[in-house]
């Protein structure tokens, strides 16, 4: 059973657009939800991250907002750059369990 | 954030040989480190969970004669990968999780591992 779904798996915006990125989990026990940015041949980056506390987390041009009665939650990358362009992963966790990531979602910001 | 190495980050290797990969967290201890395998253009699959002075937990279907993980010390843990086939060249990642309420997982730049 797929823990965590992601979607759009790709994803196409103009520069200076807004990107968003949407994840929806199942284990209502999870308590932190961290975005990821990996380029191509690289290791994912922690990019953002919330715990189900709160609501929305901003960070930059990057919002994490956070439904818990839906089990979902969104990655929003205001002023998109092309040199966002790279694959996003959300994942759930809970406390010293693994980690469940989302299939992933490829992002082109075209100038 | 936390600064996690991999070493090597790019191998190749003769079928029928080991690869070792090491691991390290570099400015925080790790308890917990994970490791991963990557295709293209796919999400990370977990491979096994390795905890400092214990066996590693595997996930189901990878083979853990196959896929020696030690973890040693806390900012140290290695994954060989014994008698290396061309279906095990892959893209190997390792990631290791800060302890305490506010965790957090840091992931290591990866090794390309290509078996010829």
């Known amino acids: 059973q797929q823990q965590v779904k992601q979607s759009p798996q790709s994803l196409i915006v103009q520069k200076g657009g807004i990107s968003i990125i949407n994840c929806a989990y199942e284990n209502t026990a999870f308590d932190y939800f961290p975005w990821y940015q990996q380029f191509p041949g690289k290791g994912p980056a922690l990019l953002i991250a919330?715990?189900?506390?709160?609501s929305e987390k901003k960070e930059g041009r990057f919002t994490i907002s956070f439904n818990k009665s839906a089990k979902q939650f969104s990655l929003h990358i205001m002023d998109s750059q092309p040199g966002d362009s790279a694959t996003y992963f959300c994942?759930?966790?809970?406390?010293?369990?693994?980690?469940?990531f989302g299939t992933g979602t490829s992002l082109t910001v075209i100038p | 954030g936390a600064v996690v190495s991999q070493h090597p980050s790019w191998v190749i290797c003769k079928s029928g040989t080991s690869v070792k990969i090491e691991c390290r967290s570099l400015?925080?201890?790790?308890?917990?480190m994970f490791w991963y395998r990557q295709f293209p253009k796919q999400s990370l699959m977990l491979m096994a969970t390795s905890n400092e002075g214990s066996k590693a937990t595997y996930e189901q279907g990878v083979e853990k004669d196959k896929f020696l993980i030690n973890h040693a010390s806390l900012t140290l843990s290695t994954l060989t990968v014994t008698s290396a086939h061309p279906e095990d060249s892959s893209f190997y990642i390792c990631?290791?999780?800060?302890?305490?309420?506010?965790?957090?997982?840091?992931f290591g730049p990866g090794t390309r591992l290509t078996v010829l």
């Open positions: 400015d925080f201890q790790a308890t917990t």
């Open positions: 994942a759930a966790s809970m406390a010293g369990n693994q980690f469940y």
């Open positions: 919330i715990r189900p506390d709160v």
């Open positions: 990631s290791a999780e800060t302890s305490g309420i506010a965790y957090e997982q840091f």
